[in-house]
């Protein structure tokens, strides 16, 4: 992972809006940059995205992703659902390109609005089996 985009969202409304993106080193991010998130944030749940091949299967980035959500729960003593990431980009840059961003997007800008997509996503998923 080079590059981790966060949301906020509410569950009430199911809505999430883009917050930041955290780079990584090494795969993980500054741990203190999440621990002040958290702190400024105060969420009662975590959801990381699982990203995983076309075709489904699971790829490297689908494991590091499950290592990075087994880390969190560990570090912030937080429950972290995991939710399907597959295509979320490709709809962030839809929606990018709708409102007229140039070809060349800020990377960081897809992966905050994508974190946003697979929240609402997650939410929308939940609210169905509740």
């Not at 749940?45 to 075709?55: E, F, K, M, Q, S």
């Not at 590091?64 to 937080?78: K, W, Y």
């Not at 960081?108 to 169905?128: C, T």
């Amino acid at each position: 992972m080079r590059r981790i985009g966060v949301a906020v969202g509410e569950t009430l409304t199911g809505s999430a809006r883009p917050l930041t993106t955290l780079g990584c080193r090494n795969g993980a991010p500054d741990w203190s940059v999440v621990a002040d998130l958290i702190r400024e944030w105060r969420p009662v749940r975590l959801v990381v995205g699982l990203p995983r091949r076309l075709d489904g299967e699971e790829s490297d980035l689908t494991r590091a992703a499950r290592r990075f959500a087994n880390r969190l729960s560990g570090r912030f003593d937080l429950p972290v659902s995991t939710a399907e990431e597959q295509l979320s980009s490709v709809e962030a840059e839809r929606i990018l390109a709708e409102r007229g961003a140039g070809r060349r997007r800020d990377k960081g800008e897809v992966d905050r609005l994508a974190a946003a997509i697979i929240l609402e996503s997650y939410f929308s998923e939940r609210a169905h089996h509740d």
